[in-house]
């Protein structure tokens, strides 16, 4: 069974940092399109950065210029460098196998003083 980890969430002030980790089994990981989502409380699941296994990436205006998502195929993980973070970027933070259609458990991140 295909098990995904994100890892490196946690509270954070505005304007602080963090970097997120998902690692996963190699077998799909390194041949995969993936992906990072969120979801704020009430509000629907978002995408916030892909990563082709290529390495291309592709970003929604939210995050483009704060956010940087990165993979090591060797490890069979993935990454999200989050800079400039702010309140409205508060929630669990989802790691997702495109090609597979397979979710993590999450990651909460919470921006606040």
């Known amino acids: 069974q295909v098990q995904l980890v994100e890892s490196g969430g946690g509270l954070v002030q505005p304007g602080g940092s963090l970097r997120l980790s998902c690692i996963g089994s190699?077998?799909?990981?390194?041949?995969?399109?993936m992906a990072w989502y969120r979801q704020a409380p009430g509000k629907e699941r978002e995408h916030v950065a892909l990563?082709?296994?290529?390495?291309?990436?592709d970003y929604p205006d939210s995050v483009k210029g704060r956010f940087t998502v990165s993979r090591d195929n060797a490890k069979s993980t993935m990454y999200l460098q989050m800079l400039n973070l702010k309140p409205e970027d508060t929630a669990v933070y989802y790691c997702?196998?495109?090609?597979?259609?397979?979710w993590g458990r999450g990651t909460q991140v919470t921006v606040s003083a």
């Open positions: 997702y196998v495109v090609t597979y259609q397979i």
């Open positions: 190699a077998h799909i990981f390194n041949i995969s399109t």
């Open positions: 990563i082709t296994s290529g390495g291309r990436a």
